[in-house]
């Protein structure tokens, strides 16, 4: 089962990468939709947070709240599915040919993604519930209090979520400069490995 989620790769080009004609292996498909999930829902809970934040503090708003917790903790969900499925199913090599330096910084890059997809709805849920809030989900099911409103873990939280949030947009910029790195520079088909495969 497993070695049918990834894709056999043949005879390397001349200068040790995969040509455009060749085959590339890539990421599973259940990898490729849980990477793009991630990355669409990571996108509209910050913009629910920025725009929270720009606006006065009103009642009206608090449903948005409610989706922003919700939409975080669905992120640790699947963050936690991810790296379990790592371990069922490893990713591809690397390209032939790919420096070492590259395929490191690739590597402690998902490390710190990973890490920080994990911190943020972690301390949301501390920073909502020491503050008396604990997230209702998709506005409708409450989530049990695993203690009481606590002033100085709410201080802790907020700290620590506000500098996972800032670490987020440093790995989202380093993780776009790379694609634009493989796809305009150097021109090889790392990113075709988290796309579906064409059809013939």
Same mark, same amino acid.
Request: proline share 10%; with cysteine; net charge neutral.
């Given at each position: 089962?497993?070695?049918? +989620? *990834? ?9 040790g990468?995969?040509t455009?004609?060749?085959?590339? *292996?890539? &990421?599973?498909?259940?990898? *490729? +939709? ?8 990571? +996108? ?19 449903? #948005? ?8 903790l669905?992120?640790? /969900? /699947? ?7 790592? #371990?069922?199913?490893?990713? @591809? ?31 949301? &849920?501390? #920073? ?6 604990p ?5 409708? /099911? @409450?989530? @049990? ?5 606590? @002033? ?5 939280? =907020? ?5 996972s949030?800032?670490l /987020?947009?440093g790995?989202?910029?380093? =993780? ?18 988290? #796309?579906? *495969?064409?059809?013939?």
């Amino acid at each position: 089962m497993i070695s049918n +989620l *990834q894709e056999a790769s043949s005879n390397d080009g001349l200068d040790g990468a995969p040509t455009a004609t060749m085959p590339v *292996q890539r &990421y599973g498909g259940l990898y *490729q +939709l849980m990477h793009w999930v991630t990355a669409v829902v990571m +996108l509209v809970v910050i913009v629910l947070g920025w725009v929270m934040h720009v606006q006065p503090d009103s009642p009206a708003l608090y449903p #948005l709240w409610e989706w922003h917790k919700t939409l975080g903790l669905f992120v640790l /969900i /699947i963050t936690a599915i991810r790296l379990v499925w790592r #371990l069922i199913a490893p990713p @591809p090599p690397p390209l032939p040919g790919q420096p070492a330096w590259d395929h490191r910084l690739a590597q402690c890059t998902y490390a710190l993604f990973f890490t920080a997809l994990i911190g943020m709805p972690v301390t949301g &849920y501390l #920073l909502s519930t020491a503050g008396g809030y604990p997230p209702t989900l998709f506005n409708l /099911i @409450p989530t @049990p209090a695993l203690f009481g409103k606590d @002033p100085k873990i709410e201080a802790v939280a =907020h700290w620590l979520h506000l500098t996972s949030q800032w670490l /987020i947009y440093g790995l989202i910029l380093l =993780h776009l400069a790379g694609v634009v790195y493989h796809v305009a520079i150097v021109r090889d088909r790392t990113l075709d490995r988290m #796309l579906p *495969q064409p059809l013939d």
